[in-house]
């Protein structure tokens, strides 16, 4: 059963702490993404990979970092440097570059 | 940079009505996505548009690309209550630089 998985689904932590969100696909697709999203704000590129070590920034990538040491992986790091991290953060893949996306179903991120 | 505008930001219909949500850039796309996002979900693939004037449906949804391929549509026909969620559009330009998403509209349906 092929797909995106993201866990976990909620995650809550304190202030000043890092957190780690994982995104593992099976799909065999060689590009992929985290977005960012806020009510009202649609989705904001965080960072994207279109090769395994090898990724760029996106919009919105202060106060995070990500890994693409394999390619059916691509953990987001929440860093204590962000200043607003509560959100909704979606992973997704695509077969290369910017072709059409498949989402996981995301993580909800409580910082308080 | 490239822009997405999208609007309405909101719509409320009565079931039956008809939707539409447009889509348009600061710049010439190569090809424009659509994705739609139920409530609590993950944004799911609806279609690709990329050739000028193009124009696409599925069943009750019609997709139009601009001629000069800086705009773009979605159209509902007879919208149900199972239409309800975001629609968001994504626009990509020439060249190696990534999907920009317009910010969506909600749409709501009334039975």
């Known amino acids: 059963d092929g797909g995106i998985t993201q866990s976990p689904k909620y995650l809550f932590r304190k202030e000043g702490q890092n957190v780690t969100l994982s995104c593992e696909q099976n799909?065999?697709?060689?590009?992929m993404y985290w977005y960012r999203q806020d009510p009202g704000q649609g989705l904001r590129l965080i960072y994207y990979s279109q090769i395994v070590n090898d990724f760029q920034k996106g919009d919105i990538a202060e106060g995070y970092s990500v890994s693409r040491e394999k390619k059916e992986s691509f953990p987001l790091t929440v860093t204590s440097a962000q200043k607003n991290p509560t959100a909704f953060y979606l992973c997704?893949?695509?077969?290369?570059?910017?072709?059409?996306?498949?989402f996981g179903p995301g993580t909800r991120l409580t910082v308080t | 940079g490239q822009q997405v505008m999208q609007i309405p930001q909101y719509q409320h219909v009565q079931e039956g009505e008809d939707f539409t949500t447009y889509c348009n850039s600061s710049?010439?796309?190569?090809?424009i996505q659509w994705y739609k996002q139920r409530p609590g979900g993950h944004p799911v693939f609806l279609i690709q548009?990329?050739?000028?004037?193009e124009v696409k449906k599925q069943k009750r949804l019609t997709f139009q690309f601009g001629e000069a391929k800086k705009n773009s549509s979605l159209h509902i026909t007879a919208t149900q209550t199972t239409d309800v969620g975001t629609y968001f559009c994504?626009?990509?330009?020439?060249?190696?630089?990534?999907?920009?998403f317009g910010k969506g509209t909600r749409l709501s349906v009334i039975a």
């Open positions: 710049t010439t796309l190569s090809n």
């Open positions: 799909l065999n697709h060689d590009a």
């Open positions: 997704a893949s695509s077969v290369q570059g910017f072709f059409e996306q498949y």
């Open positions: 548009l990329v050739k000028s004037g």
């Open positions: 994504a626009g990509l330009n020439s060249g190696n630089t990534p999907l920009v």
